[in-house]
């Protein structure tokens, strides 16, 4: 019931293209969903979060998509450039309900903007 | 924005000795941090929850004698590699996130790694 599964595992976009990737979750007490870019030998870096209570948060180029019912959630990257070259998680927690709010990761999906 | 620094960032010993990690949140206060495992490739594995003045919570699995956690203040916490040995070889990641009032979840800010290779 903790798990957070992410599709896909690799994805490899042309430069200008949409880059997508999903995720779905199953425990209803999560109601936080950031996403992280982590680049090579560096530690994650939280690029953008949604909660359940909006379908859609955009900032810049980088939109989250939420479905409550589904309990899915993607992220969008518009206009995607090599520089956004790196791997994605997505994630999910208990908001104020959680004592200890910890997060549970997806697994991963390692993006590849060619030129 | 927020900042976490992790010192060192990669450490090579000899198996049988102990390592420690240290994790600060530069421009802000955090009661709750959290020490994380990645392997080349994959996920993030929660290895404990550090909270600041009590005792650290241990996932399932993650030997406590052996990843010593201490939060001793609202900026700083360490975790210690004891007798570590080849198959302890990683890459250790903690976050820390902000102290803030009741019902308001805030992010976890990450630090940029420690690569541990023992020899």
């Known amino acids: 019931q903790q798990q957070v599964k992410q599709s896909p595992q690799s994805l490899i976009v042309q430069k200008g293209g949409i880059s997508i990737i999903n995720c779905a979750y199953e425990n209803t007490a999560f109601d936080y969903f950031p996403w992280y870019q982590q680049f090579p030998g560096k530690g994650p870096a939280l690029l953008i979060a949604?909660?359940?209570?909006?379908s859609e948060k955009k900032e810049g180029r980088f939109t989250i998509s939420f479905n409550k019912s589904a309990k899915q959630f993607s992220l969008h990257i518009m206009d995607s450039q090599p520089g956004d070259s790196a791997t994605y998680f997505c994630a999910a927690g208990p908001g104020t309900s959680g004592s200890a709010r910890q997060l549970t990761f997806g697994s991963g999906t390692q993006l590849t903007v060619l030129p | 924005g927020a900042v976490v620094s992790q010192h060192p960032s990669w450490v090579i010993c000899k198996s049988g000795t102990s390592v420690k990690i240290e994790c600060r949140s530069l421009d802000f206060q955090a009661t709750t941090m959290f020490w994380y495992r990645q392997f080349p490739k994959q996920s993030l594995m929660l290895m404990a929850t550090s909270n600041e003045g009590s005792k650290a919570t241990y996932e399932q699995g993650v030997e406590k004698d052996k990843f010593l956690i201490n939060h001793a203040s609202l900026t700083l916490s360490t975790l210690t590699v004891t007798s570590a040995h080849p198959e302890d070889s990683s890459f250790y990641i903690c976050s820390a996130r902000r102290t803030a009032g009741v019902g308001y979840n805030q992010p976890q800010h990450f630090g940029d790694g420690t690569r541990l290779s023992i020899l």
């Open positions: 949604i909660r359940p209570d909006v």
